[in-house]
């Protein structure tokens, strides 16, 4: 239908489904130029709740499982230099009189008691704990969730990097250290050597004591449940724990006490680098958003009287 003035559009656009799909549009185009220009993400209460996709989760933890086998075949063929950067720390530490690993290596095998609850937290604590904070953030804590484990992701990166540029043989290896994984393992579930289940020994990088990721991971989770704690009892426990691991890694002789300082000094890393990290992220993502937003904005009608103007 047409006559002088007006002609039937094919596909016509409600004028108010055009300004509402324009204004959406321009917000999200204005919520792209804005977290260009910040670096950031407004905090609003549906982004601050939202949870990362679990898959996306999963997805990340096999790329740094792949990058730790990376790690393993690297430095599978650098025992003699592992031994000598063992006994280089060993020498600056008695140099310092800074070596407790001695003292609680041997206290740790000359008590059953002790030597048995040591080694089984030594070989369970580090792989049960920290996927139990991880999990208890995304679920009940998201809005710090992203951080908390983009920091864990960073320090866990630069540990793996630390493994195969300073491969380290641990205490166990060295004379005058009992292996107390080895010494115990008729009363638990792990090899002679290494802390994995028995058979699997190969599947665990023996060189990887500097640093310590038992330790950085007990203090990102101690530090975690401390600070987004609510109850004091779990809040005390954040503070025990990662102390308690100290004691373990050192007396089971699987870590020197530089390793244990490098594993904090990582953690601290990463801790300083997931902000810079998280920003980086959301200006691609907006990036993103930005051109989907103005890839979708409706193209008005134009009206006869003006095309023929023009």
């Given amino acids: 239908m047409c006559d002088t003035c007006h002609q039937w559009s094919p596909n016509p656009v409600h004028p108010g489904t055009a300004a509402n799909a324009g204004r959406m549009s321009g917000r999200g185009a204005r919520l792209g130029r804005q977290v260009l220009q910040t670096g950031r993400m407004p905090p609003t209460p549906a982004?601050?709740?939202?949870?990362?996709?679990?898959?996306?989760?999963?997805?990340?933890?096999a790329v740094l499982y792949e990058a730790y086998s990376l790690s393993r075949l690297v430095v599978a063929g650098d025992a003699d230099a592992a031994l000598r950067n063992a006994e280089r720390?060993?020498?600056?530490?008695?140099?310092?009189?800074?070596?407790?690993?001695?003292?609680?290596?041997?206290?740790?095998?000359?008590?059953?008691?002790?030597?048995?609850?040591?080694?089984?937290?030594?070989?369970?604590?580090?792989?049960?704990?920290?996927?139990?904070?991880?999990?208890?953030?995304?679920?009940?804590?998201?809005?710090?969730?992203?951080?908390?484990?983009?920091?864990?992701?960073?320090?866990?990166?630069?540990?793996?990097?630390?493994?195969?540029?300073?491969?380290?043989?641990?205490?166990?290896?060295?004379?005058?250290?009992?292996?107390?994984?080895?010494?115990?393992?008729?009363?638990?579930w792990w090899g002679d050597?290494?802390?994995?289940?028995?058979?699997?020994?190969?599947?665990?990088?023996?060189?990887?004591?500097?640093?310590?990721?038992?330790?950085?991971?007990?203090?990102?989770?101690?530090?975690?449940?401390?600070?987004?704690?609510?109850?004091?009892?779990?809040?005390?426990?954040?503070?025990?724990?990662?102390?308690?691991?100290?004691?373990?890694?050192?007396?089971?002789a699987n870590h020197y006490l530089a390793d244990v300082v490098a594993g904090l000094v990582v953690m601290g890393l990463g801790a300083l680098a997931s902000p810079w990290v998280l920003r980086g992220v959301d200006r691609v993502r907006a990036g993103v958003a930005m051109r989907q937003a103005e890839s979708k904005q409706p193209v008005r009608p134009i009206d006869l009287d003006q095309r023929n103007a023009a």
């Fill in 47 to 61: 982004t601050a709740r939202r949870r990362p996709r679990w898959w996306t989760e999963l997805l990340l933890i």
């Fill in 193 to 252: 050597g290494a802390s994995a289940p028995r058979g699997m020994e190969h599947m665990t990088n023996e060189y990887a004591a500097m640093p310590s990721l038992h330790v950085g991971w007990a203090a990102w989770c101690g530090w975690q449940v401390w600070r987004h704690g609510r109850a004091p009892l779990p809040r005390v426990l954040g503070v025990l724990y990662p102390l308690f691991v100290v004691v373990v890694v050192l007396g089971t």
């Fill in 89 to 188: 720390i060993l020498r600056v530490e008695s140099l310092g009189h800074l070596d407790p690993e001695r003292v609680l290596n041997q206290v740790v095998t000359n008590h059953v008691f002790i030597g048995v609850v040591c080694d089984y937290a030594y070989a369970t604590l580090h792989y049960a704990v920290t996927p139990l904070v991880l999990f208890w953030l995304w679920r009940r804590r998201p809005e710090r969730y992203r951080g908390a484990r983009t920091t864990l992701a960073i320090a866990t990166v630069v540990s793996l990097a630390g493994f195969m540029l300073f491969p380290t043989a641990p205490p166990r290896m060295i004379d005058g250290f009992t292996d107390t994984m080895a010494h115990f393992a008729s009363w638990g």
